[in-house]
Antibody, heavy 119, light 111 residues
């Protein structure tokens, strides 16, 4: 059974940093691209970042470029999102999701982890 | 920030057919396949339709998708109370720095 479990969310002050993790199991993690998607309270889904299967290629939404860094450790079956210089508008539930390149879809999602940026 | 436009809401009575539209452009829907996600209240999104009209295993056949040009649509036939949720279209975008774009979302209410 495919499972994605996010962790690392919490309350952080503006300008602070946080690192999210996404532990994957039930599939060959190193064969899949992975994405992060966020959802502000009461709002819609917003794509944040993606990384290819071996970690050699990444992409970011303009709103987080230069502040967030996506990475992965295929030996540990874990995806990361390092978030620096956090702003109030980064407050959201952050989901990791598995991406199927051939069908360009996010076929499995984690349960999400809440990040709250507030003083 | 969303580049795919959906109606904010749709509704129907049990058994009715409901259709949700998704409008994009040549750089996303026009040149890539469309996916649909269902988000039940308080839960993570779930893949509902991929590659325009394919259903993952376990998705009831009352859900169907289609695409024409730069637009797509999701139809729910035989609406059921458990279909009350938010629905999002999505597609890869060839022009933006962010390669995956979501629709604005549609809240489906079962009356």
């Amino acid at each position: 059974e495919v499972q994605l479990v996010e962790s690392g969310g919490g309350l952080v002050q503006p300008g602070g940093s946080l690192r999210l993790s996404c532990a994957a199991s039930g599939f060959t993690f190193s064969s899949y691209w992975m994405h992060w998607v966020r959802q502000a309270p009461g709002k819609g889904l917003v794509w944040v970042s993606r990384i290819n299967s071996d970690g050699s290629s990444t992409s970011y939404a303009d709103s987080v470029k230069g502040r967030f860094t996506i990475s992965r450790d295929n030996a540990k079956n874990t995806l990361y999102l390092q978030m620096n210089s956090l702003r109030a508008e980064d407050t959201a539930v952050y989901y990791c999701a598995r991406f199927v390149v051939t069908s360009q879809c996010l076929d499995y999602w984690g349960q999400g982890t809440l990040v709250t940026v507030s003083s | 920030q969303s580049v795919l436009t959906q109606p904010p809401s749709a509704s129907g009575t049990p058994g009715q057919r409901v259709t949700i539209s998704c409008s994009g452009s040549s750089s996303n829907i026009g040149s890539n396949t469309v996916n649909w996600y269902q988000q039940l209240p308080g839960t993570a999104p779930k893949l509902l339709i991929y590659s325009n009209n394919q259903r993952p295993s376990g998705v009831p056949d009352r859900f169907s998708g289609s695409k024409s040009g730069t637009s797509a649509s999701l139809a729910i036939s035989g609406l059921q109370s458990e279909d009350e949720a938010d629905y999002y279209c999505a597609a890869w975008d060839d022009s933006l720095n962010g390669p995956y774009v979501f629709g604005t979302g549609t809240k489906v209410t079962v009356l």
